[in-house]
Structure formats: structure tokens, C-alpha cells
């Protein structure tokens, strides 16, 4: 036993000791490294030093893009600092050699720090992520996503599965809009999950001076959601915004497109929820109002007689809505009035 553990202390000693002479020469390439760089390159040393001393959180601001070029073309270009770290197999690192390690110039955390601002865009950790979405959606945001972006966040950046210009555009900050399309954020980049572009989020919002800029910049007027094919329009037409809805009629959007799940129009929708300016528009501008619904062949005279929506009643019959076509359960939009008990459409349609 006592010579069992003889053995394993002398081991142990002679570990330690490799360990010890690996931190020494580590230490000595470290020394002859920094002395070599800075007599070299100083002001790409200085620069690297103020990098890895500045908590991420306070780098907004401090660097320009000439001091990122500047560190980058040291390491990269010049291949200077790039001191080999040997490989312990023996014996796990110490503290004493972690702490040598983290004393190199070009250390792993140093590398993935500067690597970040090696390509165009750096790629934000989820925490930065967060805080530039929250930017985008606050009514003073604006000046903080331009410090984002002046650091190397791709205006095209995603927080969780909303890209900027969708949570901009849908929370209604037309200066931060305006910002992120300025320096070339993707005008149909879409929400992950279900495909709603920056386009889509602001017209069901209403915002329509948003839903101008976007069209200005290129926005795919009728590009729907991916999940359900509802577009700009349709979702516009649901809402009631009725100014939002004149602009994309005015932009060439299609007054017929339905939503694909259940071929549905934006005016049958509009009828549906009794957004009379909406329907009065889309039906001025041509808008089938006979058109079925092709889930259950309903019209949109058929849905605002069941909901009881007197006054859409009358204006779609003055667009010549036919009151013969029938709809759920194989009624008439007047069977439907009578079912539902709504005498006023009753009167109307009989």
C-alpha cells in the first residue's frame, strides 16, 4: 500500500513539474509575442488590447470599422500572435495554465470575439438578438438600432423567428422602417413560422404609411402567408382599415385573391365582419361580389345576410349581389336572414 502510494506521488510530481515547464515556455512565446507585436504593429496591439478589455455590452459606439480592419488584418493578413498552444494529454490543464493560456494574444475567446466582425454582418448572441428586437419595437428605438447596425447587425437580422423590419412594421415605427430599409433590409423577408413579410404585418396592423414605404421599396403586394395564403389585402379588409385598404387597391393589389384555406375573398371577409367603408371600396373597385366562399359556397351577400349586417346587405345589392346563390346548408341569403331572425334584411332581400 505504502508503495502504491509512493509511486502515485512521484507520478503526481511529475506531472506537475510538466505542467510547470509548459506554463514557462507558454509564458516566454507570450512575452516574446506581445514584445515582437508591439514593436511591429503597435497601434493593431493597442487596438486588440481596448477589444478584449471592453465588455460587449459597452463596444457600441467605441470601435470604428477602421480599428476592426486593423485587428483583423494583424491576425489574418500579417499572421502575427498566432502562438501554438500545445496539447496537454497527460494531464489536465491547471489554473496555472489556464491562466497562461487566457494570457496569449490570440486566445480562443479572443479569436471568436474578433472573428465576429470578420464578415460583413457579425451574428448577434440570443441576449443581443433580444435587445435589438426590443429596439425595433420601442417608440424611441430608432437612434439604438442604428448603433446595432453601425456594430455590424445585419438589418436583415432575425429576433427569435421575427426578422427587424417585421417587428418595426408591425409595432408602427415608421422611423425605424425607414432606417433598415436605407441600409438594404430584405423588403419581403418573411416571419419564420408562418410567412408573414414586413407587408403583411403592417397592413393587418393598418399602418398604412408603412405599407406606402414598403410598396415604395418593392414589397410583393400580394404576397401571402405561407400558412394560409391570406394577403396584404385580405388581412387589411378583416381589420377595417379601410385607408390601408385604398392604398393597396392603389397599388395594384388583387381585389379577388383569396385566402387559400378557404377561398375566401377580402370581400367576403370585409361583409363577414361588417366593415362597410371596406366593402364600399373594394367593391368600386371591382371586386366579384358574387364570388364564393370554397369551403361552402357562400357568398358574400349570403354571410352579411346570416350575420345580420343590414347596412353591407343594401350596398352589395346595389352592386348587383344575386340573391339566388346559396350557401351553407344549400340556403338562400334570405333563408339565412330568416333563420337568423334578422327582419330588417328579411325585408331587403324578400
Known amino acids: 500500500m505504502g508503495g502504491g502510494g509512493s509511486g502515485d506521488g512521484r507520478e503526481g510530481g511529475e506531472k506537475r513539474v510538466k505542467v510547470n515547464e509548459d506554463v514557462a515556455a507558454i509564458r516566454v512565446k507570450t512575452a516574446a509575442s506581445r514584445a515582437h507585436l508591439f514593436t511591429v504593429h503597435p497601434a493593431d496591439c493597442v487596438a486588440l488590447i481596448k477589444y478584449k478589455a471592453t465588455p460587449r455590452a459597452a463596444k457600441l459606439g467605441l470601435w470604428t470599422a477602421a480599428q476592426h480592419l486593423g485587428v483583423l488584418r494583424s491576425i489574418f493578413v500579417r499572421g502575427v500572435g498566432m502562438a501554438h498552444i500545445p496539447r496537454l494529454v497527460a494531464a489536465a490543464p491547471s489554473a496555472k495554465l489556464a491562466s497562461a493560456i487566457a494570457q496569449v494574444a490570440n486566445t480562443k475567446d479572443a479569436m471568436q470575439r474578433v472573428l465576429r466582425f470578420a464578415v460583413r454582418y457579425c451574428t448577434p448572441t440570443a441576449a443581443e438578438s433580444e435587445r ?137 371577409i370585409a361583409a363577414e365582419m361588417s366593415h362597410l367603408a371596406v366593402v364600399t371600396k373594394l367593391a368600386a373597385a371591382g371586386a366579384d361580389v358574387d364570388k364564393v366562399r370554397t369551403t361552402d359556397g357562400s357568398t358574400p351577400l349570403y354571410k352579411a345576410a346570416e350575420e345580420g349586417h343590414t347596412a353591407v346587405v343594401s350596398k352589395l345589392l346595389q352592386h348587383g349581389a344575386d340573391k339566388s346563390i346559396r350557401g351553407w346548408q344549400n340556403e338562400t341569403p334570405l333563408e339565412a336572414a330568416q333563420r337568423t331572425n334578422h327582419a330588417a334584411i328579411i325585408t331587403l332581400l324578400a
Open 132 to 268: 435589438v428586437g426590443d429596439a425595433c419595437e420601442a417608440v424611441d428605438g430608432t437612434a439604438a438600432v442604428a448603433r446595432w447596425l453601425s456594430n455590424g447587425v445585419s438589418p436583415d437580422a432575425v429576433d427569435r423567428e421575427w426578422p427587424l423590419l417585421v417587428i418595426a412594421s408591425g409595432e408602427g415605427r415608421v422611423d425605424t422602417v425607414e432606417l433598415l430599409l436605407a441600409v438594404g433590409a430584405d423588403v419581403d423577408k418573411a416571419k419564420t413560422t408562418d410567412g408573414a413579410t414586413p407587408h403583411f404585418i403592417a397592413a393587418q396592423n393598418g399602418h398604412t404609411s408603412i405599407v406606402e414605404k414598403l410598396i415604395a421599396a418593392g414589397a410583393l403586394v400580394d404576397k401571402a402567408r405561407t400558412t394560409d395564403g391570406s394577403t396584404p389585402l385580405w388581412m387589411a379588409a378583416q381589420n377595417g382599415h379601410t385607408s390601408t385598404v385604398e392604398k393597396l387597391i392603389a397599388a395594384g393589389a388583387d381585389v379577388d385573391k383569396a385566402k387559400t384555406t378557404d377561398g375566401s375573398t377580402p370581400l367576403f
